[in-house]
């Protein structure tokens, strides 16, 4: 999701004041940041990050006005509010210094043609010249504790309790005040006019936060109490307002709000974050979920973090971040999934284990597309001596940037690609595609690298199918973005990887570029008039060796669906141009087919074919379906992702209809974390596809949606086929924050029987990750996912040298960060599941289908471990345990036996006579290691026998062992069990506890199948194969009593 990377930036404030900056408020296109210190009103811009203009209050007005305590932007960036102590409203006006009137402008060297051709140039890459000219105040009589600018008012809260509405432009007769204490509160919209209304006699709104999409405002009051405001029309007023609370809730101390998501997070007093969401029926405020530190990963600092200080939610809205009134910040993703935290682990410690002073920054705030987290740092004055320069002693408080690299997925989920993770920072991109050179070496030696770029080469090899390319290594690839394209059209805002994971495309302010691993060049627009006429709305995707960009054409200003070929230049001459009525909002790719989600809430279908009429591959597009959304959306902004699936359920499809599994059969909508489904109606007649010529197809139209799962973040699916492992492809995976992950698994009967009655066709089943999952490999069952790792540099001189003696460095104060690659298996996750749901027919077919995985004996063994641990570490008495039916699973499976063992080794020894309760006596598993001829298994059931018998049986069986190894010729097997007679002696004193017997009340009844169980000994040959290092391991050191003498 969000990732920090390297060490925040330090940008040094050129003004030489004793003030220090204590707020910082980006402008609406994070352009511009007003940074405020009690006399000084600063605009900063983004790209370069440079002071801009400076506004120094008068001592007379000081006096007049107060000290400036927090600013806010009008929606256009052409104005600015400050708020100051005495009750004044200070509006300035943002003006431009002119065409021609520029702070910094880059110096290229000559003949660059992108200084005199590229139109608007300057105006987008030079610092701008503004000044800053101060209005007429307002004077509210009161101290002023929030602003929120709206589109053409400023809603200003005052400590007296009332709400100003003031017009941007200053007109005097357009301002309006309401009494908060006149505003009906209730715990729900329907009973606020009826029902008793909440006291709110001396309270004033300490913060507050407008909601687009709820349309409403989300306040905290004075006395900590949280609620929610929702004007009936567009007059302020009291008859016009009605208001809802959150019960027992009294310790909030501020407020962000998620417009995308339509949640609203609250961070108290207590260190917590209460996430709320509003009930649609009722209107009463919800809690979603809880932002909190938990003990168990920071013991340290959990409940000492004190208050929330500040929230605030990325540009894109899939992360919040938090801080706390003792320092540190922290992130956590839209539904609860913990990012970082800067108390804990190595930004908390010293290399030497002393801990750090936290980082306390002050006002943080998103720079453009989350790139950035502006931060103002703490100060160090140093002890003054006897006629210094006052200016001189003070070390000016800097500005700090904390760099960002983020999931391409959170702007551009487009899932053609679901295999590959890909991050984009603000000038490079990471990828997990491996090493491109080992799938083009024999095309390399086919096709010249200089050849001619219209004629298209090989295809790529998809090298995203191999386990050996995603995760042979932990390094990233890393492309650096085109400077050139870089500095015309920074912020780049979309990124998208193709289905073999060899060409990328990014998207910035203008046009787009897109990269070849294989031949590592960039390819730009050649007409720079063509890249800057276009902007990316609705993303970009990938269809074979297309582009596919959903764009603005200014000149024309008409919305298109753009087609550009990979291997032609990139050129409107050679692009498939289709013109669209509504604007993009999501663009997404299945097979042959694109859809598009507009902003008048439509959702439509296109084919593209590829044609090869012409000198030059080209591709048709053809709309085949539109559905309109309108009744099911509220406003466009909240649906997340659209996505083209053949996964469905069965119900309205007909046992006749022929299956089609790779169908476009349904929509998936994340509609605010709502995951809704559309699904083909196929109820009616149906229609032969061969009876029908493919210019008279008439797709089928969708039924109504229905809910599947609450809470998504992101939604996995392919669109790829595979008999052998259906479970997994056509499984549907989703993202659901603190939730974890969830997976709508299908049941098929076994052998094509038919399936009974009250068996379901589909089942969600939820589990837990340790990382946040980023991709998902459908046919090797692992998640792929990234984090975030901290090298400490203490020693890079450890001090700040000059003014500030003993102030540490911040190369020294704060890790460097580095993004870490990161998988996790989940298939033992999903049979336990299946078990817990009396299954265990689904579950045998599931494991059966990925025997053949390298991994799969560690899924066997973690099932077992896990639910281990589970039941045998539990306080409270377990009615049904689990463990009997896993160890009657994991029978199914040659690896029985060596299954038991392995796990058995690396659990403690306490949990061993619950192990063997509920899997079986170790003597009678050492003689079915012998009958099926697994002898080094065998070996390493002793090492158990040591520990839980006395030293005659252990003899006994090692005798019996070291007999089987000669007659088998087993000679180094054969010295390990001398080696281990000598260590156990010939007497014991002391007597281990016995082994536990199968009439244990807890596996009463579950070993039956043990008893009566016939050695297969054709099964045994692919189950006796451990190492010799295994051996050593097991019998160099001996254990337990009889290593006493």
Known sequence: MYFLTGWPRKLLCPLRTEERPFHVQSSAQRLYFAVLSETHLSIWFSRPSV?????????????????????EWKMDDSMIAVAASNGYVLLFDVVGGGEDKYLYEPVYPR???????????????????????MKKPVDLEAPITSLE??????LVCTADGFLHMLHWDGVPNGRRAVNLSTIPFSLDLQSSRSGPSLDLTNVHIKDMEYCVTLDGFAVVFQDGRLGFLTPTASRLSTEHLQGVWAADVTDGTCVAVNNKYRLMAFGCASGSVFVYMIDSTTGSMQLSHKLELTPKHYPDIWNKTGPVKLIRWSPDYSVVMVTWECGGLSLWSVFGAHLICTLGE???????????????????????????????????????????????????????????????????????????VLLHGEDRLLLTCGDPAQGHSSTEQCSPPDGPLHQPGPSPTPLSQGLSTLLGHKHWHVVQIQSTYLESNWPIRFAAIDSAGQCVAVAGRRGFAHYSL?????????????????????????????????????????????????TLNLDNAFACVTELHTRTLLLNVFKNMVILFRADCSICLYSI?????????????????????????SHSSLVVSVTLTSVRTETGISLKAPQQACMAESILLNLAGQLIMLQRDRSGPQVREKDTSSNQKKLLPFCPPVVLAQCVESVWTTCRSNGEKRHLVEALWLSCGGGGMKVWLPLFPRDHRKPQSFLARRIMLSFQLNIYPLAVLFEDALVLGAANEAALYDGLGGHAPGPAPGAEQLEAQFPFCTVERTSQIYLHHLLRQLLVRNLGEQAL??????????????????MVHVVLEEEATSREPIPDPLLPTVAKFITEFPLFLRTIVHCARKTEFALWNYLFAAVGNPKDLFEECLLAQDLDTAASYLIILQNMEVAAVSRQHATLLFNTALEQGQWDLCRHMIRFLKAIGSGESETPPSTPTTQEPSSTGAFEFFRNRSISLSQTADGSSTTKSNLQKAFSMPTGPSAKR
């Not at 600018?149 to 400023?154: C, P």
């Not at 597009?621 to 309108?630: C, F, I, P, R």
Request: net charge negative; glycine share 6%.
């Open 845 to 862: 077919l599931l494991a059966q289908s990925c025997t053949q995985l390298p991994y799969f004996p560690h899924v066997l063994e973690l």
């Open 51 to 71: 002071l801009v203009v400076s506004y120094i209050e008068s001592v007379k007005a000081a006096a007049q006005f107060g000290f400036y305590q927090q600013a």
């Open 111 to 133: 003949g660059n043609p992108r200084v005199k051709v590229t139109p608007g140039y300057k105006e987008e890459h030079c610092a701008p010249a503004l000044s800053l000219e």
């Open 149 to 154: 600018s709206l589109q053409d008012d400023l």
């Open 518 to 566: 294989h031949t590592r060049k960039w390819k730009l627009f050649g007409n720079i008039t063509q890249e800057q006429s276009m902007t990316v709305t609705g993303g970009l995707a990938w269809w074979n060796d297309f582009v596919v960009v959903a764009c603005y054409n200014f000149p024309h200003q008409q919305e298109e669906l753009r087609l550009f070929q990979r």
């Open 346 to 420: 190595d930004y908390a410690y010293r290399s030497d284990g002393t801990k750090k002073e936290p980082l306390k920054g002050s006002a943080p705030c998103w720079g453009a597309e989350g790139y950035h987290l502006w931060v103002i740092g703490s100060s160090h004055v140093a002890s003054m001596k006897e006629g210094e320069d006052r200016l001189l002693r003070l070390q000016q408080a800097a500005i700090l940037q904390f760099q960002f690299i983020k999931s391409a997925l959170t702007v551009n989920p487009c899932t053609n690609n679901q295999e590959q």
């Open 609 to 633: 074919e590829k044609q090869q009429d012409g000198p030059n591959p080209s591709a048709s597009v053809q709309l085949l379906q539109e559905v309109s959304m309108s009744r099911y959306i």
